[in-house]
């Protein structure tokens, strides 16, 4: 995704381009005039001049969409052929990562004993693939529509590190700015979806799983999970994110959102009062009004809405689990 599309005054060699290929480029002041996005082709490659593709689009136009997929005529910077490329590689990728480390956590996380729970529905695993995957798919058409801003320029990611003014220091503090502002945005944004009047509509269909697998991660409506996912992508139009760590910050919050859908409600000791974990976001999904938060248990402090996990005081689903058994072998 496009940084900040700066041009250079300068006629030192880029750094991307190897020099032997720079030699055969044309000044760089006559690529600019004829290339407004400050690229100019060479032998079928494209180069930036001082910003580049976002680095999944690049690489799938690279190995995948140039020699396989699209005719010569449509060039790697059409505005139509981005936003398809953009498509195809948000939507294989969303559900990559959702089917793929969802299957992972279901059979190697998940405690199976918890499908035993009188509250988990019939047919319910299937009933969470369904959902989660065709609201990924519906999911895209707007996301999509920011990705694409981001590739055209106007957000504020960028790509050479040393160039920035804080440098290493600014990578770090942008990743627990970017762990604050989303874990913020998506309290208020998930608390609003539970308002009586919006509930209903969109987010009621999250919770039909009240004791949810890590396929539940994504079964969303997809308005309403395309708005809690909002903030990731307001982030970068507001404030300065390496791409690479933009990307890594993505599918680290997808993985996230499985997890803490997974059943294992195992905390350390000091964190439990800190981050939402499983325990915490299951007590969601029973008790409804409680534990928003994404990450953190600080916004719901501050609105009032902590609750301290069931399963840790041994009031949880296990031990619900564990009275019936005990009940039934009283009966028999």
Known sequence: ?????????????????????????????????????????????????????????????????????YPASWPEDWA???????????????????????????????DHKLMKHPQFIKNQVRK??????????????????LFFWEV????????????????????????????FFTDMSIYWIHRSMHHKNIYKHLHKQHHIFKIPTPFASHAFHPLDGFLQSLPYHVYPFVFPLHKVVYLSLFVFVNIWTISIHDGDYRLPGPLICLINGAAHHTDHHLFFNYNYGQYFTLWDRLGASYRHPSALLRKGPHDHIRELKAEAAQTQ
């Open 128 to 145: 969470e693939i369904q959902l989660g995957t065709v609201a990924i798919f519906w999911m895209s058409f707007p996301t999509v529509a």
């Open 1 to 69: 995704m496009l940084g900040s599309c700066s041009t250079r005054t300068d006629t030192s060699p880029s750094p991307w381009i190897p020099p032997h290929i720079l030699s055969l480029l044309p000044q760089q002041n006559e690529a600019k005039k004829s290339c407004p996005l400050n690229l100019y082709r060479l032998l079928g490659k494209t180069y930036w001049n001082s910003c580049s593709m976002d680095h999944v689009l690049n690489m799938s136009d690279s190995y995948i969409f140039t020699p396989y997929v």
């Open 152 to 179: 055209r320029g106007n957000s504020k990611l960028y790509d050479n590190i040393s160039g920035s003014p804080l440098g290493w220091s600014g990578v770090f503090l942008s990743i627990a700015g970017f762990l």
């Open 80 to 110: 139509v052929r981005q936003i398809i490329s953009l498509w195809v590689v948000t939507n294989l990728g969303a559900e990559l990562i959702y089917l793929g480390f969802g299957t992972l956590s279901f059979y190697y996380v998940f």
